[in-house]
């Protein structure tokens, strides 16, 4: 070896004091806590504040500070420029281009969580107690352990295009071929693209919905399912008046955390498309704008604007979730 | 208003070598209440529920009415089950728990709020219709699942061990409800329970099952009377019956200086089948007499009084043969003998028990 690391330890060092310097703080942090009021009523507001402060802070700097930067900034046009009130508002809601970014990231909020939803539960209600379920549960369930980037390179060889004179590499082109059909480019032509890339999120999500849908699913009691039986319940009956009523939490979860991921869906249109094609969506076209066209003046204000509006979407449904999942709660 | 019949009907779980249930013959009366007792893991439940159709029967027949129902779904046998944790629909309100049944099967609206308002008043739920079981106390939970049974108006009514999720005093009040219920429907009704309390005062007959294999079935006084062999013996009766395993003399069975008489046909019956020169006996606490010292009574040094109020059981030790013996009598609750006292306990004449020591059959 002739590689010399003595130039990467002295890069280290900065690292392990950081580490060193957190463990010293916090260990410090709980001794002092502990040692210090052993008297009387401000004892547990100390503590209180003691355990809390440090995350608020981190909160304050890593969550609460930005927040408000992005909004004053989506009130500017660039980080030194001037102030343009509503302007980037109102270029999102008139503008050609991030109308027809809206309305895709419409189609991707509407198709992906109904449709994973779907798939997934229709699965677990299939392989519920099947022979070989772990196996077949397992298949859906990989594409969860792929990156998305990775999961759109692959689905992108099966949308692969080549003229209709060459050699298909393209699975569906292939096939096409074979049923005597021209080859299509998928990728490029809007607005279908957008759902082609859509199925690479449901083949994606379809597994998370099915883990957690298949696990409600053995959760309700067999005795439940034995007294239906005996009430002359069909399968089908079953299905709709004892097993979704028992499941419904568990599905409205499951839609709502694939709702939130596909509002921030990025990496699908990054790599498949990069926003060409008329394939923009939200997440994407705020990075887009502030960092990839930081030299148009007015980039960084759009991109801002952007993000708050992305922000303004996703916070009713966080806080829908959070309420049922309260509700859960007390019903235990 | 239906018969039911097993007719050796098996339960093998896959990858266990014994049966859970071997080989029953049963034959269940129209309108009879028969109740099936045993220990956990006798095969009680199993029973049941190869009756209702949610366990399969690897071998044999069962009959609803002499219709061959051991491959029919449960749907198809018109049969309706109380669970134990009752197995109400939890997003149902009672009403609906109670119709869900006649809606599946497309019974008229009118029909279907005539009978669940009927089975309602019946078990006194007219309040709790609009309420969700969970809003329920466990009584009232209870009562929801038996009418949900009743709303059916099934052939056979099967019921999984119903009481033991309840506390005792309600356990006690309910089952004299089930009781007069099914008297009042005639509905034939097949009944799991582990406490022989509840089989002998309920049952018309009563199925004792151990080990997958069917002991004995007889109304609750020939149970208690003539066990058929010695586990049905210690099984019925509480506190359980003395049952020994000791000498044979000439005469018959020996504890200690003290013999329980037995005829000729029982010392050579005792003496069959391997059984040598043992003999088991058994005598009841009730079937016995404190009496003085020198009137035939078998010594027993007194370790353990219970008061019950009505009855007072005596527990207490003899040495017989060089082992400690334990024996429970029952005694004059206002005249209870001391600790540690020496008492002598006479069974009465001709009350005992007697099983060959090898089969523990009666004889």
Known sequence: MDYDFSEDVAKIWPALLFIGGFVAVVGGLLFVLDILPRWGKGKERLHM?????????????????????????????NTRGKFVGLDNYTWIVTNDDTLIMLRNTLFWVVCVPLLATAFGLIYAVLVD????????????????????????????????????????????????????????Q?????????????????????????????????AIPAEIVEAARLDGASPWQMFWRVTMPSIRPAVVVVTITITIATLKVFDIVRTSTNGNFKSSVLAFEMYNQAFRLSDDPNGEGRGAALAVVLFLLVVPVVVYQARQLRKRAEIR | ????????????????????????????????????????????????????????????????????????????????????????????????????????????????????????????????????????????????????????????????????????????????????????????????????????????????????????????????????????????????????TVPLSDKGGRFGDVTLPLTREQLTAAQADGGGNRVTVGFRPEDTDLVGPNDGGIPITVDLVEELGSDAYVHGTVALEGQDERFVVRADPRRTPRLTEIVYVRPHVNTHHAFNAATGLRI
């Not at chain 2, 098996?10 to 109740?35: C, H, K």
């Not at chain 2, 027949?61 to 129902?69: E, K, S």
């Not at chain 2, 309840?166 to 356990?171: E, G, H, P, S, T």
């Not at chain 2, 309390?197 to 109304?219: C, F, W, Y």
């Open chain 1, 186 to 218: 998928f990728l490029t032509s809007s607005p279908s693209n957008t759902f082609y890339m859509i199925v690479m999120m449901i083949w994606i999500q379809a597994g998370f919905a099915m883990v957690i849908l298949s696990a409600a699913i053995k």
């Open chain 2, 1 to 244: 208003m239906a018969t039911v019949t097993y007719s050796k009907a098996s339960r093998i779980y896959p990858g266990t070598p014994r049966p859970a249930v071997d080989q029953l013959n049963l034959e269940i009366g129209d309108g009879e209440f028969l109740v099936l007792v045993g220990p956990s893991g006798c095969g009680k439940s199993t029973s049941l529920r190869m009756l209702a159709g949610l366990e399969d029967v690897d071998a044999g027949d069962i009959l609803i009415n002499d219709r061959n129902v051991t491959h029919l779904p449960p749907k198809a046998r018109d049969i309706a089950m109380v669970f134990q944790n009752y197995a109400l629909y939890p997003h149902m309100t009672v009403y609906e728990n109670m119709a869900f049944a006649l809606k599946l099967r497309k019974t008229p609206k009118h029909e279907i709020d005539r009978r669940v308002k009927e089975a309602a008043a019946m078990l006194q739920l007219e309040d709790y219709l609009g309420r969700k079981p969970k809003a329920l106390s466990g009584g009232q939970r209870q009562r929801v699942a038996m009418g949900r049974a009743i709303v059916r108006e099934p052939q056979v009514f099967l019921m999984d061990e119903p009481l033991s999720n309840l506390d005792a005093k309600l356990r006690v009040q309910t089952r004299s409800q089930i009781a007069t219920l099914q008297a009042k429907l005639g509905i034939t009704t097949v009944y799991v329970t582990h406490d022989q309390v509840e089989a002998m005062t309920m049952g018309h007959r009563v199925a004792v099952l151990l080990d997958g294999v069917l002991q004995q079935v007889d109304s609750p006084r020939a149970l208690y009377d003539r066990p058929a062999n010695v586990f049905v013996a210690g099984f019925m009766g509480s506190p359980a019956m003395n049952i020994k």
């Open chain 1, 129 to 184: 107690k099947a022979r070989g379920e772990g196996i077949a549960k397992s298949l859906i369930f990989m594409p969860m352990a792929i990156s998305l980037v990775g999961a759109t390179i692959i689905w992108k060889f099966i949308y692969a295009f080549r003229e209709a004179d060459q050699e298909q590499i393209g699975l569906l082109n292939q096939i096409l071929v074979w049923l005597g059909m021209e080859p299509q």
């Open chain 1, 49 to 77: 504040f003691g355990f809390l402060g440090p995350a608020l802070i981190l909160l304050a700097i890593g969550l609460v500070y930005p927040l408000i930067r992005t909004v004053t900034l989506s009130f500017y046009n």
